[in-house]
């Protein structure tokens, strides 16, 4: 039972343009959500998070946006660099110790 | 610096033949995950100690075993290894902070033969 869908696998977008990544969850109790970045051969490594009682958290060219009546968030990349191009993955937070994650979007930023 | 450090990055086994994947830390937190990732699919949660208590997923089969000696190690043992056992392994640790930021080594491969 997957709480936690990334529904776009992949996506390309030119450098300087902006990257938006969604990702949609089922569990209404989940109280904080994040992002995390990986490249190939590497672990996960944290990204940005938000807690539910926002709406909005931002660092640099990253900004996650929350919509809880819609169980929807998104994180947004402006501007792509080449070095932006990794697997997002999209997490949320159900009790205090665990996470639940997405599968994961494919980002490749095109010179 | 401190890190997650997965060992081997790449192991090969026999189908049946006992395997034993090892991950330590530096960053001295309470808890500690084990993940089993396949192609394309999420990160799924295999179980995680806090201390020394040991907490289980439902649904992680019970040929998949752990032990955690000390605050540093954490070992994940897979008694008889099956073809659909083959995946990344990723073990992450985290201090049970607010967030629950979990810090991730680079994982161990493992194919089975």
């Known amino acids: 039972d997957q709480q936690v869908k990334q529904n776009s696998p992949s996506l390309s977008v030119q450098e300087g343009r902006i990257s938006i990544l969604n990702c949609d969850y089922t569990?209404?109790?989940?109280?904080?959500f994040l992002w995390y970045k990986k490249y190939p051969a590497e672990g996960p490594t944290f990204l940005i998070s938000?807690?539910?009682?926002?709406d909005k958290n931002e660092d640099g060219r990253f900004t996650v946006f929350l919509n809880k009546s819609a169980k929807h968030l998104s994180l947004h990349i402006v501007p792509s660099q080449p070095g932006d191009s990794a697997v997002y993955f999209c997490?949320?937070?159900?009790?205090?110790?665990?996470?639940?994650f997405g599968a994961g979007t494919t980002v490749t930023v095109r010179a | 610096d401190a890190m997650v450090i997965q060992n081997p990055r790449y192991q090969v086994t026999q189908f049946g033949k006992p395997v034993t994947l090892s991950c330590s830390q530096t960053?001295?937190?309470?808890?500690m995950y084990w993940y089993q990732q396949k192609s394309s699919q999420a990160p799924k949660l295999l179980f995680h100690?806090?201390?020394?208590?040991?907490?289980n997923e439902a649904d992680t089969p019970d040929n998949f075993q752990s032990r955690r000696p000390n605050t540093s190690f954490c070992f994940l043992d897979i008694r008889s290894p099956g073809l659909g056992d083959a995946a990344m392994y990723l073990c992450?640790?985290?201090?049970?902070?607010?967030?629950?930021?979990?810090?991730f080594g680079a994982g161990t491969r493992l194919s089975v033969l």
């Open positions: 100690y806090y201390d020394k208590d040991f907490n």
């Open positions: 992450a640790t985290s201090s049970g902070d607010t967030e629950n930021i979990q810090y």
């Open positions: 960053l001295n937190h309470n808890v």
């Open positions: 938000i807690s539910s009682i926002k």
């Open positions: 997490a949320a937070r159900f009790n205090d110790y665990k996470l639940s």
């Open positions: 569990n209404s109790m989940f109280d904080y």
